[in-house]
């Protein structure tokens, strides 16, 4: 059967900035992005309906038969089971939260248009991880983390690391892919598994607790301390102190500095010594800004760090308050703490901001990609320059 990933309109505003670039299911959270957590659930091929200016990069494919899944949901044995069991003009949901149809290609468009009153209603009673909020990210991934690892370890062996300088505790929920090294560590998976992806790397000094997914060709540098909850996402290098944080991929945050319950999307770097707050003062909660509501809105979260839109950079020293979001292709830097929403495509930090020309920007990510033999497609491009234009509203100084 077709499967369409299907991104809600309410939801994509709530999980910008990282929304911005990429369908909500691209997302990842745990080991795997949640588009792939279906693939290894599910039979059939994969498509996406999302935001028209991203199609192109994540086309839609539509068929007689077709599976809608909301891009948001986490799968679960029960919710796949439930799923592939749904039939034609039948709907999933649990409570007011649409989980998936089983639709023919005429019923395609009432769905996209939020319509769901011609399905047939099917209550899910069991629990759905759904990641519809920035911060989800963060607070779900130590417990996706999980999830994944017992899905990707099922049946399988590990490769097991053999350095003789390495400490590991809790070695039955450590699961170490083909390639992957280690030297001179210390491992402590006994409150939660540790996933050592493929070609990854673990350098001398590392301090390791689990939870941690270490993906594909990822690096945790000389000394490193992490503290648990933690993504590395693919092609990241990661040195400091970091706790509960998710990286998507191809991101550095490669020297000492404190990144915690935070978000980092794809190709950022983020300098020397810079580090994040996560806790008030006043121990109160924390806002954050929605895109969504236009305001800061509170997240009923004690702790909350940075949330980095893709491409974004932060030069040495660089300062985040507590409940930081920094848009697409932004780069700060500079002395004291810059405000806690910083739009797409700024240049500048505390002292003030000027908008960090697209070309530049474009310029910048060609160099970045370089470095890791890929390349800026036609198609990012687009993304990139509609991106520009649609958040030039939130660059005020232009207008000063």
């Known amino acids: 059967m077709n499967i369409i990933l299907y991104d809600q309109p309410h939801v994509i505003g709530q999980l910008l900035p990282f929304t911005y670039t990429r369908p909500i299911s691209e997302i990842r959270v745990g080991i795997l992005k949640?588009?792939?957590?279906w693939k290894h659930h599910l039979d059939g091929d994969i498509s996406y309906h999302t935001q028209d200016y991203l199609q192109a990069k994540y086309p839609l494919i539509e068929e007689d038969k077709n599976l809608v899944i909301n891009g948001a949901a986490c799968p679960s044995e029960a919710l796949t089971t439930k799923l592939k069991a749904l039939s034609e003009g039948s709907a999933l949901f649990s409570g007011s939260i649409f989980l998936g149809a089983n639709t023919n290609q005429s019923g395609l468009t009432k769905i996209w248009n939020e319509d769901f009153s011609s399905l047939q209603k099917v209550e899910f009673e069991g629990e759905v991880m759904t990641i519809d909020q920035p911060w989800h990210i963060f607070k779900k991934n130590g417990q996706a983390i999980?999830?994944?690892?017992?899905?990707?370890?099922k049946g399988r062996k590990s490769a097991g690391i053999s350095d003789s300088h390495t400490i590991i505790?809790?070695?039955?929920n450590?699961?170490?892919?083909?390639?992957?090294?280690?030297?001179?560590?210390?491992?402590?998976?006994e409150d939660g598994p540790v996933y050592l992806g493929k070609n990854s790397q673990i350098h001398e000094g590392a301090i390791i607790k689990g939870p941690l997914a270490l993906c594909e060709g990822a690096h945790i540098n000389m000394g490193a301390k992490l503290r648990g909850d933690n993504t590395v996402g693919p092609y990241s290098k990661v040195g400091g102190e970091v706790s509960n944080s998710v990286i998507f991929?191809?991101?550095n945050k490669g020297h000492d500095g404190y990144?915690?319950?935070?978000?980092?999307?794809?190709?950022?770097n983020i300098g020397a010594d810079t580090n994040t707050s996560n806790l008030k003062n006043n121990y109160t909660a924390i806002k954050l800004w929605s895109f969504a509501k236009g305001r800061f809105v509170d997240t009923g979260l004690q702790f909350c760090g940075l949330m980095m839109g893709d491409h974004a950079k932060a030069g040495i020293n660089t300062m985040f308050n507590t409940g930081t979001v920094v848009g697409i292709g932004s780069n700060i830097f500079g002395h004291g703490f810059p405000r806690t929403f910083i739009p797409s495509f700024a240049w500048g930090g505390a002292s003030g901001f000027a908008t960090f020309k697209l070309t530049k920007v474009v310029e910048v990510a060609e160099a970045v990609m370089g470095r890791r033999e890929k390349t800026l497609s036609e198609a990012d491009r687009a993304i990139l320059t509609h991106i520009f234009e649609a958040t030039a509203r939130y660059r005020n100084w232009e207008d000063a």
């Open 249 to 251: 991929g191809y991101s």
């Open 34 to 37: 949640i588009s792939e957590k």
């Open 259 to 268: 990144l915690g319950n935070s978000v980092i999307g794809e190709w950022c």
């Open 174 to 189: 450590v699961f170490v892919e083909e390639g992957a090294t280690v030297k001179a560590a210390i491992i402590n998976a």
């Open 169 to 172: 505790y809790g070695e039955g």
């Open 146 to 153: 999980r999830d994944d690892f017992d899905l990707l370890s």
